[in-house]
């Protein structure tokens, strides 16, 4: 039985009877997953057809994620899921509530027969650099989040350009394409103004900062709001020794230190949002709870994920600034 069959009298377009030969010979089980399809020039020389009219029916496969390519080797079938229109490369950092938040908002504004696979960098160069180069091709949107990663663009620069979208950080170099992201030299500096009169009732704000994981934008805005109040602070990258004590206000960007920091206080019998404070960055469910609610600066993951899935479905090729705001609660 041949993979492709033709009618030469029927109104539909070769291109698309091709597409349809194919979907039906997976549908079939004729084809399964990881085989190889017969050639261009194969389809072409049986069916007496340009080769353009070949090519457009697999680049149509090829951008709904049901086939791929091997450069030198051919096309292979991807996925016996015909019904998928596209097929979405999401790479995020890591995994965490608001993100998972962020992640839910994407799938649930894209509609139906759009699959989507997820990886996970882990702020590793190596492992970001395999997962694309092994995934070139595989799909019809990337959506890369470069995290701090360093040398990101040339790694992505393999990757059709057209079909990248830059999410959460734009480095130098990632520029040029379209993103939704955060600025957060902006937003760290705006929303602790924000909560300037809560501030001053502290002797000093302390930052914990991460040079491996978080946003250096973050460290620009907080260097700047100190030194435009002319405020106590101190930027440290660990409290595993340190002891927190009377007049201090944290600034906790992940939550894993949040929950550190708290076991002190209570350890050392301090009163959260009395006598010490907590500000900690990107909103969860957890935080409205822990301790009568924790005071948060937080962009918008849910509008984020929206405005994602809006960018990838229309191919808008824009840059879009995710909003950021103060989230006051009893913490400070």
Not at 178 to 191: L, M, R, T
Not at 232 to 257: A, F, T
Not at 283 to 301: A, P, R, Y
């Amino acid at each position: 039985m041949e993979i492709v069959s033709l009618q030469k009298d029927s109104g539909t377009p070769k291109y698309k009877q091709i597409v349809t030969s194919i979907e039906n010979a997976i549908i079939n089980g004729l084809l399964k997953k990881g085989d190889k399809l017969p050639s261009l020039n194969t389809i072409k020389n049986q069916h007496s057809l340009s080769r353009d009219t070949v090519l457009v029916a697999f680049n149509e496969l090829k951008n709904r994620g049901i086939i791929h390519s091997i450069v030198g080797k051919g096309y292979y079938v991807s996925t016996e899921n015909v019904v998928v229109e596209q097929k979405i490369f999401l790479l995020f950092d890591e995994l965490n509530s608001f993100k998972e938040d962020l992640y839910n908002s994407f799938l649930n504004n894209l509609g139906d027969n759009i699959q989507v696979d997820i990886f996970f960098h882990h702020f590793n160069s190596n492992i970001f650099a395999k997962l694309i180069n092994d995934n070139i091709g595989n799909y019809s949107s990337y959506v890369i989040m470069p995290a701090n990663l360093v040398g990101t663009e040339k790694i992505i620069q393999n990757l059709p350009k057209e079909k990248v979208y830059i999410l959460d950080q734009v480095h130098k170099g990632l520029e040029e394409y379209p993103a939704v992201y955060q600025n957060f030299e902006k937003d760290i500096f705006n929303g602790l103004y924000a909560a300037l009169t809560h501030i001053s009732n502290y002797q000093k704000i302390v930052l914990l900062f991460s040079d491996e994981k978080q946003p250096k934008g973050i460290l620009q805005g907080f260097q700047l709001f100190c030194n435009q109040h002319n405020l106590v602070s101190e930027v440290v990258s660990s409290i595993k020794d340190r002891v927190p004590e009377i007049g201090e206000l944290y600034l906790v960007l992940d939550d894993q230190n949040l929950i550190r920091i708290i076991k002190k206080i209570k350890e050392n019998k301090l009163v959260l949002g009395k006598n010490i404070g907590i500000i900690s960055f990107n909103d969860s469910l957890l935080k409205e709870v822990v301790e009568n609610g924790i005071t948060t600066i937080s962009t918008d993951f849910n509008l984020m994920g929206k405005k994602l899935a809006q960018m990838v479905l229309n191919n808008e090729q824009i840059k879009i600034e995710n909003p950021s705001s103060l989230i006051l609660r009893k913490s400070i």
